[in-house]
Each structure stands twice: as C-alpha cells, then as structure tokens.
C-alpha cells in the first residue's frame, strides 16, 4: 500500500525549533515526529512512502534516504511553492503514484495517533477521513436577541484527524485543484455523499503548539503505541 506524506510545512507558531528543520521532523521524546509516524504507517501495511515537501526538503531526504533502513520505499516531491496547497501538493503526487494504486493513504505530517490504520474502513465507492473527539476549551453559547438561551460547557465536537483514505479511481486527477486545501476539495466531495466518516476514539494529537509537543513526549514516554 502506498501513503503521501504532508510533510513541506515550516510551523513559524514553533518558533526557533523549526529554525533548521521542518516541522514534522521536530524531536518527540528524542525521536523526530516523522519516524514515529512511519512506523505507524508501515505498521498499518504502508509499503511505498510518498513525502510531499516544500520547507528544507533536504532534511528529511537526507534522513530518510531510500527508505531501506527503516523498511519501507522512499519517494519524494519538492514543491518550493507554498500556494499550490494541500490538496495541490496530492496532485502533483499523482503523477508519482503508480497508475495500478487505486486506494493510499494520505496524512498530515504533523500528527500521531495510537489509532491503527487497519481499523480504518476502506470503501469501494467514496473516501475516507478520519475523525477524532475535541472538547471545547471554552462555554459555547447561542444568544438570541440579548439572551443567552444555551450553554454547554466542555461541548464535544468531532474534527478532522489528518488521516485520510483516498480512492484515485473517482476521478482525483481531474477533480483535485491544482492549488488549495485538501480539506476543501473533500468538503465539497462530502456535499456529494463521495466521502466517509470514522470516528475514532483513541489517543490522537497534532503538533500545533509547545503544548502539543510536550504532550506528545509524555504520551510517548509513557508507552505510546507510535
């Protein structure tokens, strides 16, 4: 099975750490983010590894090399040009991707979940995105006219985990944009009933702040499955 890897972001919320190297190779618990997430990956029956990249791609080139060391096939395009976006970075990756591969795997670069990929469901007719719990930091409110009528404190919400199983065979060469979000182009996929849900419920961040990573190394050091 084949995975493209988001992995051409800088993170400037990270400040100096991402000074020399992109985010996704950021030290968790004395190992960069992005092995971690290979391994899970290749865990879950990744064989062939498609990095797409854009911040210092040299880093995780050089790191990674062929792929051999850590048991999976390296495959890598650079893109210098931020505006093509998520989604136009999975574009470009198609002309990489062997036409035979109908189905892979994309993700963020930047997240790690103890959530095995098996368990996530493959479909025949659409693709799927995988979801995780949120609880909100704040009280949400509905105020109608100068009352509030509603309060929950803690609301949970379901959000995109940055995992995704995508189907080629439904037309992504001619459907994805050139440029913009993935997340866009399966909002509107969505609208067309074209893609799934699954909820999982286990561990799941993404490094967004110093917070996520710290919680990210005490998760780890604790035994995390990643």
């Given at each position: 099975?084949?995975a493209m890897?988001?992995?051409?972001?800088?993170?400037?919320?990270?400040g100096?750490?991402?000074e020399?190297v992109?985010k996704p190779?950021?030290?968790?618990?004395?190992?960069?983010l992005?092995?971690?997430?290979?391994r899970?990956l290749?865990?879950g029956g990744?064989?062939?590894?498609?990095?797409?990249?854009?911040?210092?791609?040299?880093?995780?080139?050089?790191?990674?090399?062929?792929?051999?060391?850590?048991?999976?096939?390296?495959?890598?395009?650079?893109?210098?040009?931020?505006?093509?976006?998520t989604?136009?970075?999975?574009r470009l990756?198609?002309?990489?991707?062997?036409?035979?591969?109908?189905?892979?795997?994309?993700?963020?670069?930047?997240?790690?979940?103890?959530?095995?990929?098996?368990?996530v469901?493959?479909?025949?007719?659409?693709?799927?995105?995988?979801?995780?719990?949120?609880?909100s930091?704040?009280?949400?409110l509905?105020?109608?006219?100068k009352?509030?009528?509603?309060w929950?404190?803690?609301?949970?919400?379901?959000?995109?985990?940055?995992?995704?199983l995508?189907?080629r065979?439904?037309?992504l060469d001619?459907?994805?944009p050139?440029?913009g979000?993935?997340?866009e182009?399966?909002?509107?996929?969505?609208?067309?009933?074209?893609v799934?849900?699954?909820?999982?419920?286990?561990?799941?961040?993404?490094l967004?702040?110093?917070?996520?990573r710290?919680?990210m190394?005490?998760?780890?050091?604790?035994?995390?499955?990643?």
């Amino acid at each position: 099975m084949w995975a493209m890897v988001l992995a051409g972001g800088r993170g400037v919320r990270l400040g100096h750490l991402t000074e020399e190297v992109p985010k996704p190779m950021i030290q968790i618990a004395n190992v960069p983010l992005l092995e971690r997430q290979v391994r899970w990956l290749i865990a879950g029956g990744v064989t062939d590894i498609l990095f797409l990249l854009s911040y210092k791609p040299d880093v995780i080139q050089n790191y990674f090399r062929t792929g051999a060391e850590f048991g999976f096939v390296a495959h890598y395009c650079v893109q210098a040009d931020l505006s093509y976006g998520t989604g136009g970075m999975v574009r470009l990756g198609l002309g990489i991707l062997p036409t035979s591969i109908t189905l892979f795997v994309v993700t963020n670069g930047d997240v790690l979940t103890d959530e095995p990929l098996q368990n996530v469901p493959r479909f025949a007719d659409g693709h799927t995105v995988m979801a995780v719990e949120r609880p909100s930091s704040y009280g949400v409110l509905r105020v109608q006219g100068k009352y509030i009528v509603e309060w929950h404190e803690h609301q949970v919400s379901w959000i995109n985990a940055g995992v995704y199983l995508m189907r080629r065979d439904m037309g992504l060469d001619v459907r994805l944009p050139e440029k913009g979000p993935i997340e866009e182009f399966l909002a509107q996929a969505s609208a067309q009933l074209d893609v799934y849900g699954y909820r999982s419920t286990q561990w799941w961040r993404s490094l967004d702040s110093f917070k996520d990573r710290l919680e990210m190394e005490e998760h780890f050091l604790a035994g995390g499955v990643t």
